[in-house]
């Protein structure tokens, strides 16, 4: 199946780009409200996946035995800018179970960030691993093992116990089976599972209505979506998409992306979740889907849906302020 193109991107009166993409939006039973492209076909969520590789910190009890409140736990979920904010919180985070940055095993990185990675060049001969986007999900990590008794070294390792519990969970929440023919590693040194995208999507669905899952479940994923609503800074940082989409919409709209033109999203009031991605990989194409599925589904509200897609559509200026083309959704949207 070939999948249609979602997204394109002019230069002058001309296409310069096009975006093929897959979407699919369900609701908490599993039923698909809207689908654009082969929604069956298997997708890395990469970094989108992060509320649900979350829930052992929520069910062990660790999160609570920290006191951790919606920020180390946004934190958690987050793939974020390494802003001063972001390093110190995840520093905390792993002072709370009476660890350091030396436990981490995530690797380190400078920002990607061009404003954020300019202060700490000015201030850093190296990033620390504190920097990693991944640090907070990492800390997170940590502290679920630690509560539980866990070793931490080798936490991210396929076979590491951390590492089957949550696999465990993505197998329930998303029904993809999950193994070692359908894993590979993540940037930050995690497995990543491909799964279906409308599994994916039902995973969240779950997660934002606990339609299907245990009383336990359903208590700690309505905590990490509300905590991201909450605190949408500690999920990725100043002038990142999935902040200024929660920002759109305080309390209702939760996102995130993931590397390589992945995104997933929720409304938990309607009970829709949202997962799709972007076939090259493009991430301002797979910003520009999320906010045209999403504003598909405030159609009652006007003034919520333009803002919605202006994210969706928008101008391109050059580094001396010209309109040199605009990204645009395609007509698939208005379906």
């Known amino acids: 199946m070939s999948n249609p193109v979602l997204v394109e991107v002019t230069r002058g009166n001309l296409v310069e780009?096009?975006?093929?993409?897959?979407?699919i939006a369900v609701d908490g039973d599993g039923k698909t409200v809207f689908s654009l492209g082969d929604t069956d076909a298997g997708i890395f969520p990469r970094s989108a996946c992060k509320a649900m590789q979350a829930l052992p910190l929520m069910e062990t009890g660790a999160a609570d035995a920290y006191g951790f409140g919606n920020r180390e736990l946004a934190l958690a979920c987050s793939s974020h800018n390494g802003e001063p904010e972001h390093v110190a919180l995840a520093a905390a985070m792993l002072a709370a179970a009476g660890r350091?940055?030396?436990?981490?095993?995530?690797?380190?990185?400078w920002s990607f960030s061009q404003d954020t990675i300019i202060g700490q060049a000015r201030s850093l001969d190296h990033p620390s691993q504190l920097h990693?986007?991944?640090s907070g999900k990492h800390a997170g990590f940590v502290c679920a093992c630690c509560h539980s008794g866990q070793e931490t070294e080798g936490y991210v390792t396929y076979d590491h116990p951390l590492q089957r519990e949550i696999r465990g969970v993505m197998e329930s929440l998303t029904g993809a089976a999950l193994a070692h023919d359908n894993c590979g590693t993540d940037g930050c040194s995690i497995p990543t599972y491909a799964v279906p995208l409308k599994g994916l999507a039902q995973g969240f669905a779950r997660m934002a209505t606990g339609v299907g899952l245990d009383a336990v479940r359903a208590r700690a994923s309505r905590r990490l979506i509300e905590a991201c609503m909450a605190e949408p800074f500690y999920v990725a940082g100043s002038k990142r998409a999935c902040t200024r989409l929660m920002q759109t919409a305080p309390g209702r709209i939760f996102a995130k992306t993931g590397a390589e033109g992945v995104f997933?999203?929720?409304?938990?009031?309607?009970g829709i979740a949202i997962a799709l991605k972007?076939?090259?990989g493009t991430t301002?194409?797979?910003e520009a889907m999320v906010a045209a599925t999403l504003a598909r589904f405030f159609t009652d509200e006007p003034e919520l849906q333009a803002s919605l897609m202006a994210q969706a559509n928008h101008s391109?200026?050059?580094w001396n302020g010209i309109h040199v083309g605009d990204v645009r959704v395609t007509d698939a949207f208005a379906a």
């Open 17 to 23: 780009s096009r975006h093929r993409g897959l979407v």
């Open 100 to 109: 350091d940055v030396s436990t981490l095993e995530c690797g380190e990185h």
């Open 132 to 134: 990693n986007n991944c």
């Open 264 to 270: 997933c999203a929720a409304i938990p009031e309607k």
């Open 278 to 280: 972007c076939e090259d």
């Open 284 to 286: 301002r194409a797979a």
């Open 316 to 318: 391109m200026r050059n």
